[in-house]
């Protein structure tokens, strides 16, 4: 037991430092907006040529604070050096109060307003980055499936454009 997680340490501190960047101009870390939902920031730190971290911090539209990670696959699916797709599994943490679409039987509506707090889920993205030659951008349009676990479990639709600086 002790001999497998050993090993799982040594091969993520061995996924974690840089062999050759992916992003624009060589560059490994990158910063900027993403419009959709969450509303908010992003960053993204390139691990080697296919796999990338991604942060956020945004307002989700059904009206909460959302922080949330992904780790990422990218892949050659146009056979493009500017246009490239990926995929990958994330966690978020909602704070505040939300708003959800859905029937809910005791009041008879598709909509009402949570005041839970804080909640958990998962979400997998899939997406595509454009990264124009000789420019310190990458423009992203992405769409995937959150899924709530606590404090209720539900799904959703998470989907953003957005664009990152590398200095």
Same mark, same amino acid.
């Given at each position: 037991? =002790?001999?497998?997680?050993?090993? &799982?340490?040594?091969?993520?501190?061995?996924?974690?430092?840089?062999? =050759?960047?992916?992003?624009?101009?060589?560059?490994?870390?990158?910063?900027?907006?993403?419009?959709? @939902?969450?509303?908010?920031?992003?960053? =993204?730190?390139?691990?080697?040529?296919?796999?990338?971290?991604?942060?956020?911090?945004?307002?989700?539209?059904?009206?909460?604070?959302? &922080?949330?990670? @992904?780790?990422?696959?990218?892949?050659?699916?146009?056979?493009?050096?500017?246009? =490239?797709?990926?995929?990958?599994?994330?966690?978020? &943490?909602?704070?505040?109060?939300?708003?959800?679409?859905?029937?809910?039987? @005791?009041?008879?509506?598709?909509?009402?307003?949570? @005041?839970?707090?804080?909640?958990?889920?998962?979400?997998?993205?899939?997406?595509?980055?454009? &990264?124009?030659?000789? %420019?310190?951008?990458?423009?992203?349009?992405?769409?995937?499936?959150?899924?709530?676990?606590?404090?209720?479990?539900? %799904?959703?639709?998470? %989907?953003?454009?957005?664009?990152?600086?590398?200095?």
């Amino acid at each position: 037991m =002790k001999k497998s997680i050993f090993l &799982i340490i040594i091969l993520l501190i061995i996924e974690i430092f840089p062999l =050759k960047s992916q992003g624009p101009r060589g560059k490994d870390f990158g910063f900027g907006l993403l419009l959709g @939902d969450p509303l908010g920031l992003t960053i =993204k730190y390139w691990t080697n040529q296919e796999n990338a971290l991604d942060a956020y911090l945004g307002e989700s539209y059904f009206g909460a604070t959302r &922080i949330g990670a @992904d780790y990422l696959w990218h892949f050659d699916a146009f056979n493009s050096k500017v246009v =490239k797709m990926y995929a990958g599994p994330g966690l978020t &943490i909602g704070f505040g109060n939300g708003r959800y679409y859905f029937y809910n039987e @005791d009041h008879d509506r598709f909509y009402y307003r949570s @005041d839970e707090g804080t909640g958990f889920g998962g979400r997998v993205i899939l997406g595509i980055n454009i &990264i124009p030659r000789r %420019t310190p951008i990458e423009i992203i349009l992405e769409a995937g499936v959150l899924v709530g676990i606590s404090p209720a479990f539900g %799904t959703a639709i998470d %989907t953003g454009l957005g664009i990152r600086f590398y200095p």
